[in-house]
């Protein structure tokens, strides 16, 4: 039995790695906060909160604006333009809106919301050494590059690179060889671009692309909607992460039940939907908080629970703080 070892990057992780980029930032929880986990849960909000005051938040607002009045479209808005690119035969009408599997590969544009997806099939494929493959890695990061330059992908809105190999290893028989395990092996690689406009991470927001070598692309996934401010967000103005400190601790104390936990923030764009899938009708600035349990040691090993991840609209008339006992999304009218 081949096991994958190494994918992509979860939610809760591309939030610490966001930010543990803007470590500095004062968009982002302070570097002291990494590997650190209590149960004071007042203590440890507060040493996560990010240290951003109310002139830097309206001075992002405004660049914020003015990147997004900046913004054209990508390159790819149809069918047609990604068989094109891609070289596939055209398939079905030019502007069909839903998944097209055409055998070989499955893939959708939304145009509007600039949602573009690819998924490649190819023959039963084979891993090789790391050995062999870090030849390859290269020639899959210059592939991964082009690509995202011929899609109009701004450099200047590319936040974060993360780039990693997809392992795998084959188990022995579990009769005649249990407890066998082959060598580790790679199967290609994925990178993830993350995304910000005017300086602030864009929530939802990205680049992922994955490659068997740097001849043969299997996966792209890419979602980056045109960024607009609401109109809460720009008529009742903002208010500072520090004025939701005591919700943020009722709700990190009520999910996190006397645990140990790491709490990571940070001030990202939150997309909200429009009820259409992937189609946000604008953004609001937010506070992303990302609950992170310490593993607790057992007789076989260690637990790890999986962690939690809300948001806090900062923008004044909005809920102090999304209640505990309603989902994360739940907002009030003046943010819709």
């Known amino acids: 039995m081949r096991?994958?070892?190494?994918?992509?990057?979860?939610?809760?992780?591309?939030?610490?790695?966001?930010?543990?980029?803007?470590?500095?930032?004062?968009?982002?929880?302070?570097?002291?906060?990494?590997?650190?986990?209590?149960?004071?849960?007042?203590?440890?909000?507060?040493?996560?909160?990010p240290k951003v005051d109310?002139?830097?938040?309206?001075?992002?607002?405004?660049?914020?604006?003015?990147?997004?009045?900046?913004?054209?479209?990508?390159?790819?808005?149809?069918?047609?333009?990604?068989?094109?690119?891609?070289?596939?035969?055209?398939?079905?009408?030019?502007?069909?809106s839903g998944f097209l599997d055409v055998g070989e590969a499955v893939y959708r544009v939304d145009g509007d919301g600039q949602r573009i997806y690819l998924a490649r099939r190819y023959p039963e494929l084979q891993p090789v050494s790391r050995q062999d493959f870090a030849r390859e890695l290269p020639a899959i990061r210059a592939a991964h590059q082009d690509l995202v330059e011929r899609l109009g992908i701004p450099r200047q809105e590319v936040f974060f690179i993360d780039v990693r190999e997809i392992l795998s290893e084959t188990d022995g028989h579990p009769e005649r060889e249990a407890g066998v395990k082959g060598e580790i092996q790679s199967e290609g690689a994925v990178t993830t671009m993350l995304r910000a406009v005017g300086g602030v991470?864009?929530?939802?927001?990205?680049?992922?692309?994955?490659?068997?070598?740097?001849?043969?692309?299997?996966?792209?996934?890419?979602?980056?909607?045109?960024?607009?401010?609401?109109?809460?967000?720009?008529?009742?103005?903002?208010?500072?992460?520090?004025?939701?400190?005591?919700?943020?601790?009722?709700?990190?104390?009520?999910?996190?039940?006397?645990?140990?936990?790491?709490?990571?923030?940070?001030?990202?764009?939150?997309?909200?939907?429009?009820g259409l899938p992937n189609r946000p009708t604008g953004f609001v600035p937010s506070l992303k908080v990302g609950i992170e349990p310490q593993s607790i040691k057992t007789e076989g090993g260690y637990r790890t629970d999986a962690g939690e991840i809300f948001f806090v609209d900062l923008v004044r008339g909005a809920p102090p703080f999304a209640d505990v006992s309603a989902p994360d999304k739940a907002q009030s009218p003046e943010v819709r």
């Open 201 to 274: 991470l864009v929530e939802g927001s990205y680049v992922r692309l994955s490659s068997i070598d740097g001849k043969r692309l299997d996966l792209v996934d890419v979602r980056w909607p045109a960024v607009r401010l609401t109109a809460a967000a720009l008529k009742n103005g903002l208010r500072a992460p520090q004025e939701s400190i005591e919700s943020i601790t009722r709700r990190v104390a009520a999910d996190s039940k006397g645990q140990a936990v790491n709490v990571r923030m940070a001030v990202v764009l939150r997309p909200v939907q429009s």
């Open 3 to 49: 096991t994958t070892l190494v994918n992509t990057l979860p939610g809760l992780a591309l939030l610490i790695t966001g930010v543990a980029v803007a470590a500095e930032s004062p968009l982002g929880s302070p570097a002291s906060i990494v590997g650190r986990y209590s149960a004071n849960y007042p203590e440890i909000v507060r040493a996560a909160l």
């Open 54 to 96: 109310m002139a830097t938040l309206n001075r992002l607002l405004a660049d914020v604006k003015a990147a997004a009045a900046a913004e054209k479209p990508l390159a790819i808005t149809n069918l047609r333009q990604l068989e094109r690119t891609f070289g596939l035969r055209e398939r079905g009408k030019a502007d069909a």
